[in-house]
């Protein structure tokens, strides 16, 4: 998860002069022999929990050891159509998940597409469509939120009631999953209290400055609809996206 290895990569970068080790380890992956060993050794474990059935520590890893768990968050509500590629492959060995995975789908223009529509067709049709009749955009709010809650509850610390507050006039999410540096701060911060971890100011801004989180190619563009419906302030005729 792009959380977890971001927060790997900060604390990698942060301790650099340190002689501890840091390891991003992958809990739907097949762990290795090295990744065992470090989970077995490690003074502390930090654990994203994202409400599904994977975990890190398995029975025979758990022993008397700090856990810091930070929660999954994630602003897919803003993307309600988000859908794998009809024609994402996995490509071995850039792509395991395909080049064109989730983060680059769109179920409603994927249809009209499929149904034989010409690419610019499909584009007006979308910004013409009243996603309203679509989707119960407060409904699917409100689904959203009683799950990051849940998340946020298992966790040392939560982020939705500030997020809650504040998406409408600052970006969290590139897309559905994928945080901006706004959201990457907080989290980071949070995981740092956690950790009763103090760092040196200029080894912390360092570590946040060769973090790549303002660098993911799938920034998705919002529906106007839904701009309008939540309020997006930093959304707007202006808005550019990298790709």
Known sequence: NCHAEEIAKFLQNALRDDPSETRWIVSYEPRTEADIRFLKEANIIIEQITGGKYTALDPELKRNVPVVRFPFLSGSFLWPFEQLHPRNVPVAP?????????????????????????????????????????????????IHKMLMKKIGADCDFSLWDEFEATFARERYFWNAKHPTRTFFERLIYGVLSAMKLELPAEDLARALQMGRYDMYSAQHPVHPQIVKHFGLQWCNEATKYRY
């Not at 010409?118 to 996603?131: H, K, Q, S, Y």
């Open 94 to 142: 850039h792509f395991p998940a395909g080049p064109f995975p989730a983060d680059f789908g769109n179920m409603f223009i994927n249809k009209m597409l499929n149904d034989g529509m010409e690419p610019e067709a499909v584009i007006d049709r979308w910004f013409c469509t009243d996603l309203t009749k679509l989707v119960n955009l407060d409904r699917h709010f409100e």
